[in-house]
C-alpha cells in the first residue's frame, strides 16, 4: 500500500540489506554481486523470493529505502549523476513524466517485457521503465459508522458533495501526497478543465479535512482503519486505495470474516508503478537482471499480500484476499501521461489556492 509524500530537498538515506550472501565475480562496473534497489518505504517481497532471485542470479539484493514515493523520486533526480543504487522501484504515473524528464532512467527492454497487459505499457519507443504494479486510489469507508448512523455510503465523486457526508471525508495534500494527487487528477478527469475546480470549491465548503500525507490520513483520522480506532479517529470516509480492506483483513488477529472498510469505486483512479534502470548505474548488468525478476510470474504473484497492489503481468493470479475485500476498481478514471504532464504541476498549484488558503 503506497504511502507518498513530495519532499524537493535531499534528506537522509536509510541502508536496508535483504541478504549478505554472495561474492565478487568481477562483473564490469561493480566491486561486488551486489545489486541495489532504490524504492519508497512500502516496498516489501518475501524472503523466500529475493533468495530465489539471488540463488538463480549470483547477487546479493540491497533496499535503499527512501521515504515515500514522491520524496524518493526527487532525491533520485537530485543524485543521477552519481546514484545510489543500480534500480528505481516506485515512481508512478502521476510523477512518471517528472522523472523521464530529468533524465533518471537508461533505456533498458526488460525480458518479458511482452507480457505486460497493454494498457499499463508506456514509453514503448525508449524503453526507459517497465511497467511493475497498479492499483486504484479511492474513498474508503467505515462500515460501522454508517450502519450505526442508518446512512447509505456515498458512492460517487457527486455523493461526496451530499450535505449528509459533511465533514466526513479527510484526504491528504495533493502537493504532498501521491494518493492526494491522484485523486485531485481523478476530479480532473472526471469534470474536466473546466470544472474540476468548481468542484473543489464545493466538496471545502462540504468539510473535507486536508492532511500531509496517507499516514495521518489512514491510520489517525480515519475511523475504520485500526490505527485510527486506536487513535480516535473520527472521519468515516478517507482517500486510500481499492486494496486498503484486503489489508485490514489479512493484519488483523483474528481475521474477521469481512472486511471492516468499504469501498466507494465510484471515487477511482487507477495508478500505475514502473521501475527502471537508473542512469549511470554502478552495475548496469545486476539493474537489469533485477527487472527482469520483477516481471516474473513469482515476483508478481508475490507482491499483492507484501504491497497490496495487483500484477501487471498477464496471467499472475492475485490472492482470494483481493478477490473478496478488494477488487479492482471495473470504470476507474485515468489520465494520459501526457495529459499529466501537461497540466499537473498548474493544476496542483491551482488546487493549493483553491483548498489550502
Known amino acids: 500500500m503506497h504511502r507518498t509524500t513530495f519532499v524537493a530537498a535531499a534528506l537522509g538515506l536509510g541502508l536496508v540489506t535483504l541478504s549478505a550472501c554472495g561474492s565478487s565475480d568481477g562483473r564490469a562496473g561493480a566491486d561486488s554481486t551486489t545489486v541495489t ?7 516489501a517481497a518475501s524472503k523466500s523470493v529475493i533468495a530465489a532471485f539471488e540463488k538463480s542470479s549470483g547477487y546479493t539484493v540491497k533496499v535503499l529505502k527512501d521515504g515515500d514515493a514522491g520524496q524518493a523520486v526527487n532525491k533520485a533526480i537530485l543524485t543521477k549523476d552519481d546514484p545510489q543504487g543500480d534500480v528505481f522501484f516506485g515512481v ?3 510523477l512518471l513524466s517528472r522523472a523521464l524528464d530529468n533524465g ?5 527492454r526488460a525480458k518479458d ?11 514503448e519507443a525508449r524503453r526507459r521503465v517497465t511497467p511493475i504494479d497498479t492499483g486504484d486510489i479511492c474513498v474508503n469507508y467505515d462500515k460501522k459508522y454508517f450502519a450505526d448512523h442508518r446512512l447509505a455510503p456515498p458512492a460517487s465523486f457527486a455523493d461526496l458533495l451530499k450535505p449528509q457526508y459533511k465533514n466526513l471525508l479527510v484526504t491528504e495534500n495533493a502537493a504532498a501526497s501521491s494518493p492526494g494527487l491522484g485523486f485531485l487528477l481523478g476530479t480532473a478527469a472526471r469534470y474536466g478543465d473546466g470544472g ?3 468542484y473543489w470549491k464545493k466538496l471545502k465548503a462540504n468539510g473535507v479535512k486536508v492532511v500531509d500525507g496517507w499516514e495521518q490520513a489512514y491510520d489517525q483520522e480515519f475511523s475504520g482503519s485500526a490505527g485510527g480506532r486506536k487513535a480516535g479517529g473520527d472521519r468515516p470516509l478517507v482517500v486510500s486505495y481499492a486494496s486498503s480492506p484486503p489489508a485490514e483483513v489479512v493484519y488483523a488477529d483474528p481475521r474477521p470474516k469481512t472486511a471492516p472498510t468499504g469501498v466507494a469505486y465510484g471515487t477511482c483512479f487507477r495508478q500505475v508503478e514502473y521501475a527502471g534502470l537508473l542512469s549511470n548505474a554502478k552495475d548496469s548488468r545486476g539493474g537489469k537482471a533485477f527487472l527482469d525478476f520483477l516481471l516474473t510470474r513469482r515476483f508478481q504473484e508475490d507482491m499483492p499480500l507484501n504491497m497490496f497492489v495487483y500484477p501487471v503481468r498477464q496471467g499472475a493470479q492475485t490472492p482470494k484476499e483481493f478477490t473478496a475485500y478488494g477488487p479492482q476498481a471495473k470504470d476507474p478514471e485515468t489520465l494520459a501521461p501526457d495529459r499529466i504532464a501537461a497540466h499537473r504541476d498548474q493544476w496542483v498549484k491551482s488546487w493549493t489556492s483553491l483548498v489550502l488558503k
Not at 534497489?37 to 516496498?43: A, E, I, K, R, Y
Not at 533518471?104 to 533498458?108: G, K, M, V, W
Request: net charge negative; proline share 7%; charged share 15%.
Open 37 to 43: 534497489l532504490v524504492s519508497h518505504d512500502s516496498w
Open 92 to 94: 508512478d504515473n502521476t
Open 104 to 108: 533518471l532512467f537508461q533505456p533498458y
Open 113 to 123: 517485457a511482452d507480457l505486460v497487459q497493454p494498457q499499463y505499457r508506456v514509453d
Open 196 to 198: 474540476w475546480q468548481g
